[in-house]
């Protein structure tokens, strides 16, 4: 989001710009004036929405397109369950726009601030064996090409495209219209419970493939893991959601609350990282409930942190996450954020991260004010050696040379930038690194 000074900041503060001027398009046709008139002064463009990625793929150091207005429905599909929403569109508005047509998302990550647009440019996921991520979803779209063009890729127009579109990087065009494909309305089960860590790692796949979402925290120091097991239902299903009070006191006051006082203070007195990492599993993470599907898959997140994601194949996942446990122990690192471990089924996407192959993700995490650069690099080359691909939006180290050899469509994607974009209207620093000049 842009501030006083004219200077971009995204959420996690790790990336800020001056850019040579920033611009609020309202409609799919601002996006293209803005565009052709960058073009015209030799400048570049660059699309943002909720700035919800660590990495610097949303700097606009030219052009920035703050794409906050351009949100909503644009069209329905009802026999078919498509809905098309204009790019900008944040994803805990999504549930609201569905609703009259009795229709929600398959799948959604576990936090919905993000745009539609940003979520699935940079590979956001969500948990479930049978599920891939948000791309996945992606049945069409529009954008705005280097020559000021509109281009709408989908099943009768250039579906060849759509793998590369639907998780572009920014790289290829500015998204201004998302379709997706989306499923009757359903409630879910939910039931969060701590159990031994060992036992966890011995049985996760099994845990995994029984359930239609499985996912589990890590939090170091501990010998627990916080379970997250969930069920999909009709939407006729009975609710028995969360007690307001007590989500409030689990969700607000003790996740958000209480726990950024602890990472602040954290930051001058790490000795109390530990115990009170062994207070949270006792405190957090047991209950059951029934309720919206976005309700259970979400979660309210206000401490500001930094984050790196890799994607592994899925019998990785264990070796990897021991590999990283002892580490922290060897190190005697006190890391005050769980280490998450989710799931996702292998797709179609050049660039996803779970392309061609079944997957594990194993994401950690830093307070925003401790410097990660240690930790990361350790877990890094750790998911390095167990075959894995970086999540685009989140920190980590790898150049194209390095990322060529991960993705078999890598090549083709880059051919087609060059065919959209041979000037790098759309370029920055972040995409020269990860996709070369």
Same mark, same amino acid.
């Not at 660590?54 to 703050?66: K, M, Q, S």
């Not at 069209?75 to 369950?81: H, K, L, Y």
């Not at 580490?327 to 471990?341: C, Q, S, T």
């Not at 970086?390 to 980590?396: A, S």
């Given at each position: ?46 699309? /943002? ?30 026999? !078919?369950? !498509? /809905? ?8 805990? !508005? ?119 979402? =499985? ?29 307001? /009070? ?29 115990? =009170? ?27 500001? =942190? ?35 471990? !989710? ?58 040379? *390095? ?9 083709? =994607?880059? *051919? ?22």
């Amino acid at each position: 989001m842009t501030r006083p000074g004219g200077i971009w900041q995204n959420w996690g503060r790790t990336a800020s710009v001056r850019p040579v001027r920033v611009e609020r398009p309202r409609t799919p046709e601002g996006v293209q004036r803005a565009v052709v008139a960058a073009a015209r002064q030799g400048l570049r463009v660059k699309a /943002v929405g909720a700035g919800h990625s660590f990495t610097g793929i949303a700097v606009g150091p030219d052009v920035l397109l703050e794409l906050d207005d351009l949100q909503g429905v644009t069209a329905v599909d009802e026999a !078919r369950r !498509r /809905v098309t929403l204009l790019a900008g569109t944040r994803l805990h !508005r999504i549930p609201r726009l569905l609703a009259p047509y009795g229709l929600a998302m398959e799948n959604l990550g576990d936090i919905d601030r993000q745009s539609i647009s940003g979520a699935i440019s940079t590979g956001t996921h969500g948990t479930g064996t049978g599920f891939g991520g948000l791309a996945t979803q992606v049945v069409g779209a529009t954008l705005i090409t280097a020559s000021g063009e509109f281009l709408r890729v989908d099943e009768e127009h250039q579906p060849e495209l759509l793998p590369a579109i639907a998780l572009g990087l920014g790289a290829l065009g500015v998204l201004v219209e998302v379709t997706l494909q989306c499923v009757p309305a359903f409630v879910m089960h939910a039931v969060d419970a701590p159990a031994p860590l060992e036992e966890t790692l011995e049985r996760v796949h099994e845990l995994a493939a029984d359930a239609d979402h =499985f996912e589990f925290y890590w939090f170091p120091h501990t010998d627990v893991a916080l379970t997250k097991t969930t069920e999909r239902l009709p939407e006729s299903a009975v609710r028995h959601p969360l007690p307001p /009070v007590g989500r409030w006191v689990d969700e607000t006051l003790l996740s958000n609350g209480v726990y950024r006082l602890v990472c602040a203070a954290g930051v001058v007195a790490s000795p109390i990282t530990a115990p =009170f990492n062994r207070l949270a599993v006792r405190l957090t993470g047991n209950r059951e409930y029934t309720d919206l599907s976005h309700r259970v898959l979400t979660q309210r997140r206000t401490v500001r =942190f930094r984050e790196m994601e890799y994607a592994l194949p899925k019998d990785q996942v264990v070796p990897a996450f021991e590999e990283i446990r002892a580490h922290i122990a060897r190190r005697g690192w006190r890391i005050e954020f769980p280490v998450e471990v !989710r799931f996702a089924a292998a797709d179609d996407r050049w660039l996803s991260t779970a392309h061609g192959r079944d997957s594990a993700y194993i994401a950690v995490h830093r307070y925003w004010r401790h410097d990660p650069r240690e930790y990361f690099d350790a877990v890094e080359r750790i998911c390095l050696d167990h075959g894995g691909r970086p999540h685009w939006g989140k920190l980590h180290g790898l150049d194209r040379d *390095a990322l060529r050899e991960r993705y078999p469509r890598f090549d083709d =994607f880059v *051919a087609l930038r060059d065919r959209l974009d041979p000037e790098r209207r759309f370029g920055n620093a972040y995409l020269t690194r990860v996709l070369g000049d």
